[in-house]
Every structure is written in C-alpha cells, then in structure tokens.
C-alpha cells in the first residue's frame, strides 16, 4: 500500500515518550563496501535494485541508495577521490554494519542520551551534493553516533534528514525486483540477551521483546530488528549465512519486502545469481552474492 509524503515523513520521525525515552524508528541500514563500491553497485544492480547516483560526502566517504517508501540501504565506501578513509568505518569488513533510527532533535537527543550515561558523540553535520534534473542542491544531516564501545555488533547510530526531499523521492524508489520496504534487520550475537542491552538503554526496558528460541526483538517502526544465536542464522539460511569475519557479534542479514515474489523471482532468474533459493514464501540470496549480506524477499 502506497503512502502521501506527509505520511511517509511521519513515519520517519520518532516521538519522545515519557521520561525522555526516544520510540525507535529505523531511517536506515548502512552496508560497507570499503574499496568495492563499484562492484556493490553492479552487483544490487543486478539483484534487481534501482541505485541512486554517487554521493560525495563531505565526511570523505562515497554512497549510493536503495530508497524505499520510508527507509533505504546506504552502500557506504570510499574511492580513488574519497581522500582519507573515515575513521568510523575503516574497521569493518564488508558487509551489513550500520543500524541508523531517525531523529529530528539531534541536539536534545544528545543532551538526553549523555544524562543517562550511554556513550555517544557529539552531533556531526555534514553534507552531499545532489544532482537533481535541473539543478544541483545539498542533502544535509546532522548524526548521533554511540560510541564504539558501546555497541558489540557494529554501529548504531541517530540521523536527522534536513532536506528529506533529497533523499526519499519518488523516482528514486521504484526497484525492478518489487522491493518496496525493509521488514526485519537480523543480528547474530552469542549472547542476545546481552547484545540487546544497549537497546534497552537507548529506548526503555519495555523496548525489547523476548521471542522463542532465545531471540531478542526491538519493534523499529514497521521494522523488525532481531538479535539470534550464529547457530540460528546458520539453521534459518544455511551456507547463504554470511561470513562472521572473525566476530561473535555482527549484523548478518535483511528481510525486504517486495510487492510481488514472482516478480521478484524473475529479474532473478534473468540475471542467473548462483545459490538464489526460491521458495513458496520467500526467496533467499546468499550473502557470498550480495556483499556478505544474506537478503530474503518475502511479501
């Protein structure tokens, strides 16, 4: 079901509860490329994605989205031209490591988050140029960031979209294989009940929901982030898990969902993708064809 641009900047805004507990909604996901953010491009290009053009930060760092209705994934390097490798990304591996919420009182968020003794950054604002039809304009963020240490699976961090025009437009959203949203962000942790503490901290002890198996759930809006055991991940997608590179705790996967798995499926098969599983529910790309992220399709 579509939504009007007033709704789709609603959802994208978080409220303030009582006591100053932030409501989680998920702005986006960020996918390291490092140095291969050609070839991450040609690859979701060929799983069916429409990518937006290279944006140039002013951070250093290079991107290209995927844009849905009210979040996206960000495909996050650096190229020839990016000059020094941001010190926040340079120590990850390829693959799914950012877990960005919306906020649009970064100031007070801050403010906030430091009273209650949780480790963040500072606000940091920076831009990108954005080449529209007519004209070029800047897309300008400010960011809150947790600090390293505080998260044990990757980075967590806040973003507020000064110019959201610039990034969710119409245009931009309309993806061959169907993609219309994202619908659950997996992690594995060996301990999920501990990876998820920080969660708590950030949004309330009610925040985090306790499903079977040991899986610890944060309700994001329409989005699902689930915490699981590496043996769970390893039983759920088989050898299209992705490669944990050494960690215990890492971001592992993504469920999309797509206006039509048939549809899906086609653009697929044309594009012949080794190891693709089509199933009656979902349809599953192993991580080894998707830059160490494994994604499932579901309606």
């Known amino acids: 079901m579509s939504t009007s641009p007033a709704q789709r900047n609603s959802l994208r805004i978080y409220s303030w509860s009582p006591m100053g507990i932030v409501t989680p909604k998920l702005d986006h996901v960020v996918i390291d490329t490092r140095n291969r953010i050609d070839e991450a491009v040609r690859t979701y290009l060929s799983l069916g994605f429409q990518l937006t053009d290279r944006g140039r930060h002013t951070l250093g760092s290079v991107n290209h989205l995927a844009i849905f209705e009210t979040d996206y994934m960000e495909f996050l390097g650096f190229d020839d031209t990016a000059g020094a490798v941001r010190a926040d990304i340079l120590p990850f591996p390829v693959g799914l490591n950012g877990l960005v919420f919306a906020t649009d009182k970064p100031e007070v968020l ?6 209650r003794g949780l480790a963040v950054e500072q606000p940091i604002a920076f831009s990108r140029p954005v080449a529209l039809a007519d004209k070029i304009e800047d897309a300008k963020f400010r960011v809150v960031r947790l600090g390293a240490a505080a998260v044990s699976f990757g980075r967590v961090y806040f973003c ?3 110019t959201p025009k610039l990034v969710w437009r119409p245009e931009w959203g309309r993806h061959p294989n169907g993609a219309l949203a994202l619908a659950q962000v997996t992690i594995a942790a060996q301990d999920p009940a501990s990876a998820s503490i920080i969660f708590a901290r950030l949004f309330g ?8 198996a040991g899986v610890r759930r944060l309700a ?5 982030v689930d915490l699981v055991l590496p043996e769970m991940l390893t039983a759920r997608f088989g050898d299209a898990a992705p490669d ?12 999309i969902r797509t ?6 499926a086609r653009v697929l098969q044309v594009a012949q993708i080794p190891g693709v599983k089509i199933e ?20």
């Open 205 to 212: 002890p009610n925040a985090m929901q306790q499903a079977p």
């Open 110 to 115: 801050f403010g906030d988050l430091r009273e």
């Open 259 to 264: 206006a039509s798995l048939s549809q899906t």
């Open 160 to 162: 507020h979209h000064l």
């Open 244 to 255: 944990p590179a050494g960690r215990t705790d890492y971001m592992a996967g993504l469920r």
């Open 280 to 299: 009656s529910q979902r349809i599953i790309v192993p991580a080894s064809k998707a830059m160490n992220v494994v994604l499932e399709f579901v309606e």
């Open 220 to 224: 994001a809006g329409a989005v699902q």
